[in-house]
């Protein structure tokens, strides 16, 4: 079956920039998302990239998509303290199911 | 616009007991999804619906979990009798049909004891 991937953990200096990495396994996904969740909410979608896109920018947010080798990065420039969260990948294949990956916790240290 | 509406936010039970979740999705959102949020880990889907019918439900325990959507509007997630293994947040989403994005509401959060 489909299975994302993300690593566990990130800590970045406040300033500097995030760098989140997932890799995914369904080749028919049509689109890939970045969700954000703080401590006791609920998941807020951050940005998607369709499937046939390498790059999307939006402000302070960049998402790479390598189809090829099914890996999507999200990079946060001057991340903030603001920005520490648990980020999570998903793609979205077959019958518009949402498959997540287990969550990446970023730490921005001031 | 309103969000998607969850209650109740915390619920605490003890084993084999039953409870039960709600969910009211944004107004005009045809499909409403279910997913469970185990500590530390990404949410998994239980269920999908586009309306008032299940589009996909493979990954819902059928022996203690149900679910309806009952005039394609708001949905309720049943567990009976519950284990100590479905502690968890309880996600409910909705999505316009045929739109890439799923709005979340803010999680049941579930402890059995």
């Known amino acids: 079956g489909e299975d994302v991937e993300q690593s566990l953990f990130l800590s970045v200096r406040e300033g500097d920039s995030s760098v989140i990495n997932c890799t995914y396994t369904?080749?028919?996904?049509?689109?890939l998302y970045w969700y954000k969740q703080e401590p006791g909410a609920g998941l807020q979608l951050l940005t998607y990239i369709f499937s046939n896109m390498d790059m999307k920018q939006d402000q302070r947010l960049t998402v790479l998509l390598n189809k090829k080798d099914k890996h999507l990065s999200l990079r946060i420039a001057d991340t903030q303290t603001g920005d520490s969260a648990i980020y999570f990948c998903a793609e979205k294949g077959a019958g518009n199911m949402l498959t997540f990956g287990g969550g990446t916790r970023l730490m921005v240290k001031p | 616009e309103a969000g998607v509406a969850q209650s109740p936010r915390y619920k605490i039970i003890e084993k084999r007991q039953s409870v039960a979740f709600w969910c009211n999705p944004i107004?005009?959102?045809?499909?409403l999804y279910w997913y469970q949020q185990i500590l530390g880990q990404g949410p998994k889907l239980l269920i999908q619906?586009?309306?008032?019918?299940?589009?996909?439900d493979s990954q819902l325990p059928k022996d203690r979990f149900s679910a309806e959507r009952l005039k394609g509007v708001d949905s309720t997630l049943k567990i009976q009798p519950a284990k100590l293994e479905d502690s968890a947040v309880y996600l409910c989403?909705?999505?316009?049909?045929?739109?890439?994005?799923?709005?979340f509401g803010q999680g049941t959060r579930l402890t059995v004891v």
């Open positions: 989403a909705s999505s316009e049909q045929g739109v890439t994005e799923a709005f």
């Open positions: 369904d080749s028919s996904s049509t689109y």
């Open positions: 619906f586009q309306n008032n019918g299940v589009v996909d």
């Open positions: 107004s005009g959102h045809a499909t």
